[in-house]
Each structure stands twice: as C-alpha cells, then as structure tokens.
C-alpha cells in the first residue's frame, strides 16, 4: 500500500493512535466498525469455516490487538455493486498482513470497551474475546485510513 499524503489527517492520527495505546496500557478491549453506535450490540459472525466456533457466534468480538479493530473499521467496499472478500491474519505477533478483493479504506470507528463482560471463548482453531450482551463503550474514536501509515508490521495485497 503506498503512503497517504493527507499531512493534516497524518497528525491527527498520530494524536489518535497515542490515545487509543493509552486506553490499552490501562487494559481496555477494542471493537471496530463503520457505523458510529452508541451501544455496541452482539451480531452474528460468519466465519469462513463454519466449523470453527469461536469464530461464528452471535457476540461483540473484541481485542487488546488495536491493529485487528483498526483495519476491521476501515474496510469498505470500492464498488458496492461487486462482491468483495478481506481478510487479515497475523502470523507473528508483530506483523499482520491485510488482503482483499474490490476492498479499499475509508474512515470508521474504534469503541473502546470495558472488559467486564468480556470472556475468552476458544476451540482448537481460534481464540476469541467476546460479550454476549450489549456493551455501553467508555469511549468512540473516529479514524481515518492515515492512521494505518504510524501502525509498523502490516503488509497489504488489496485487488
């Protein structure tokens, strides 16, 4: 992915990533989306593999990864008349790698999200944190695809 120019979004962002790590440090969850909620509600998931449990249940999906809610909360269709496929998976801790088909990035939002409610479900496959109930974010930060240019370790494929 080439660089986005957008030097004033750039500074915000910089701004926004060091307040999202600040919540991190303090042990928040993150959730991201393109909807902007006042309530984050449990939706159901759809797993690739419906065999995997952990990763098609009706619940918030949630992390400590801000990288995971970052790119979740920017994707979005470049033509919405296509179907589109994205996908993200991080092979080591500190590099993840971000595809897609007809995907781009547009602006989106980051919930964070107390813990509380959270519970780690797994199976052999997947780990995941999730709430079965509707959770009243503590906080909603509005992100711009400039902010993927500070994040070190993430490589793109988008078609």
Do not use: W
């Amino acid at each position: 992915m080439e660089k986005i120019s957008n030097t004033n979004e750039t500074g915000e962002m910089k701004e926004v990533l060091k307040k999202i790590e600040e919540y991190r440090s303090l042990g928040y969850l993150f959730h991201g989306s393109k909807k902007e909620l006042e309530v984050v509600e449990p939706r159901q998931a759809h797993d690739e593999n419906p065999n995997v449990i952990a990763g098609n249940l009706n619940a918030i999906y949630a992390t400590n990864d801000i990288r995971i809610p970052i790119v979740i909360a920017l994707f979005d269709k470049k033509d919405r008349a296509q179907k589109s496929a994205s996908s993200f998976y991080s092979a080591y801790k500190d590099t993840m790698s971000v595809g897609g088909v007809n995907i781009t990035f547009t602006p989106g939002y980051i919930y964070v999200l107390p813990k509380e409610s959270f519970r780690t479900v797994e199976n052999e496959q997947e780990k995941e944190i999730v709430s079965f109930e509707p959770v009243i974010p503590i906080d909603t930060i509005h992100i711009t695809p400039e902010i993927l240019d500070l994040i070190p370790g993430i490589t793109y494929d988008m078609k």
